[in-house]
């Protein structure tokens, strides 16, 4: 028998049914659905209440069955959910841009810094009792200052991180990007200049032409690419054979777009070689052996898990379906999500990014 459900109840006599499976962070996105006459249902279950967080035909038919016209992912990504099924099903499929663009940049930074500078080793070394003085072969890493960074995927999150590691380390850019990065090419010319003007030498940006010059190249490679087919393992043990020895890989994008059965045999063949990794092929597992490795720093899918962020996150994901109920428009331009955002402001009529955005009339 079906294990009984523990949910919470929202403004029991709201015209609208609002489903939320998990609890999120905050009450704004309460208030902005209860005070529009939804009656809003929040599972409470420690864990979710869905056997998995992959929507496709099943869910989708079954929200119609409902009544359902809108889905709202708590997430930008959203390679968990099949569009086409949403479709057919006439569902709405909203998620959640620019709002953790900077939170997540700046995790994908914090990976790269703790990996290039092995601080969690250290502080395992420390708690343990094991430090008996300084050394000057002790957790020796890596200098960022003057080094290149890669990054492969260069839209909104690619683009913040390239800036936190030029504009914090003075990094030369390789970027890979099936797009041209127009405004972070223009930020890294100026920002050369202004160096150059100071007397400092000018840091450079170069667009290459395949992912293997980023691979080949750069000393720190961070991935941010979206994940769909022409990115599933394309991190794989040809790729990684590319890259330098010593070089530092950050993933806080999905984890399929590394092999990480072929990550792991990296690791253990070349020691200096350093990753930082918020995601994973098999979320919550990891592939065998990865546990194990000193040279891989590895957190639990949090990149985005700032307050601000996740409490915005929320927001969006909540005007999504409070925009289709109330039959908005979508609005124009998924990247700049701020008016949505203002804690004490009413938010524009419009649902902030739908992905299938059809108009309204057609959903
Ligand atoms: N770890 C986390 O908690 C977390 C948080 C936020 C986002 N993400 C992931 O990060 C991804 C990127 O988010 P974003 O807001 O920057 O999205 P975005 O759409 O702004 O950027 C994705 C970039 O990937 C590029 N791209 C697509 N296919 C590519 C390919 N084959 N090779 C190279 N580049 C390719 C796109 O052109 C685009 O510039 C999300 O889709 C999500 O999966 C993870
Ligand atoms: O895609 C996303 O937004 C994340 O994985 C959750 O923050």
């Not at 006459?37 to 929507?55: F, H, P, Q, Y």
């Not at 990976?111 to 080793?121: G, K, S």
């Amino acid at each position: 028998m079906a294990k009984p459900i523990s949910i919470e109840v929202w403004n029991p006599s709201g015209k609208y049914r609002v489903v939320s499976t998990k609890s999120m962070p905050g009450t704004r996105w309460i208030r902005l659905l209860t005070d529009n006459d939804c009656r809003l249902e929040i599972c409470t279950e420690a864990k979710t209440i869905l056997s998995v967080d992959d929507w496709g035909e099943v869910l989708f038919s079954a929200l119609k069955r409902a009544g359902g016209t809108a889905f709202s992912n708590m997430a930008v990504g959203y390679n968990n959910v099949d569009v086409e099924a949403a479709n057919r099903n006439g569902i709405a499929v909203g998620n959640t841009p620019g709002v953790l663009t900077e939170t997540t940049a700046e995790l994908a930074a914090s990976l790269t810094l703790a990996a290039a500078r092995r601080i969690v080793e250290a502080d395992q070394f420390m708690r343990a009792g094991l430090y008996e003085g300084w050394l000057p072969h002790l957790f020796v890493g890596n200098l960022l200052k003057g080094q290149t960074v890669g990054v492969i995927g260069a839209g909104r999150i690619g683009s913040a991180y390239a800036r936190m590691m030029i504009e914090g380390f003075k990094m030369n850019l390789i970027y890979y990007d099936l797009y041209q990065a127009t405004r972070l090419e223009k930020f890294v010319t100026a920002y050369g200049q202004f160096l150059k003007a100071n007397g400092e030498q000018p840091v450079t940006w170069k667009r290459a032409a395949t992912m293997e010059d980023v691979l080949r190249e750069a000393d720190v490679i961070s991935l941010h690419p979206v994940l769909d087919k022409t990115t599933y393992h394309l991190i794989n043990p040809e790729r990684l054979a590319i890259m330098k020895k010593d070089a530092v890989l950050v993933n806080a994008s999905r984890g399929p777009v590394i092999d990480e059965v072929a990550l792991v045999e990296h690791l253990k063949a070349n020691p200096m070689f350093r990753v930082g990794l918020d995601v994973f092929e098999d979320e919550p597992y990891m592939k065998p052996g990865l546990a194990d490795m000193k040279n891989a720093v590895v957190v639990p899918h949090i990149a985005s898990a700032s307050k601000w962020t996740r409490e915005g996150m929320a927001t969006l994901a909540a005007l999504n379906v409070l925009g289709k109920i109330k039959g908005y428009p979508v609005w124009g331009n998924p990247n700049q999500v701020e008016p949505f955002l203002k804690e004490s402001a009413t938010p524009p009529p419009a649902c902030p990014s739908i992905v299938n955005g059809m108009p309204s009339s057609k959903l």
